[in-house]
């Protein structure tokens, strides 16, 4: 029995087409896993030839640490710059955490975190 070469040409492209679209969509999900914070979430905050605020929020959305960067944007379609977001929040989250607790110090203001992560 013979197979007609338009059939089998379409069930190629088929079978082409499903291995990439589930290749794209496992791609995707490892992207968002990695780049997103455990806990908490942050916001920048820019306008053009202004001051860069990025806010740190907790998961009660009590802000936890605030960040003024002088004349400087952010590129957040960068996955370095979300990790450095991430990992400045996580800071932040830690301290308040021990800011927190009685007889905890205070929890420091605008200590430059996230400018001193994006040098590095």
Not at 31 to 37: A, G, K
Not at 42 to 69: G, R
Not at 84 to 98: D, F, G, M, P, R
């Amino acid at each position: 029995m013979k197979i007609n070469p338009h059939y089998r040409l379409a069930l190629f492209a088929t079978a082409l087409f499903l291995s990439l679209s589930a290749f794209s969509f496992g791609q995707g999900r490892q992207i968002r896993q990695s780049t997103s914070p455990r806990q908490g979430f942050w916001v920048v905050e820019s306008q053009p030839k202004q001051n860069c605020v990025v806010f740190f929020y907790n998961d009660d959305n009590q802000l936890v640490y605030k960040e003024t960067l002088a004349k400087k944007r952010l590129n957040l379609k960068q996955a370095k710059t979300r990790e450095s977001l991430n990992a400045v929040l996580e800071q932040a989250l830690q301290q308040w955490a021990v800011s927190q607790q009685p007889g905890g110090a205070a929890m420091p203001a605008d200590q430059q975190w996230f400018a001193t992560e994006i040098r590095n």
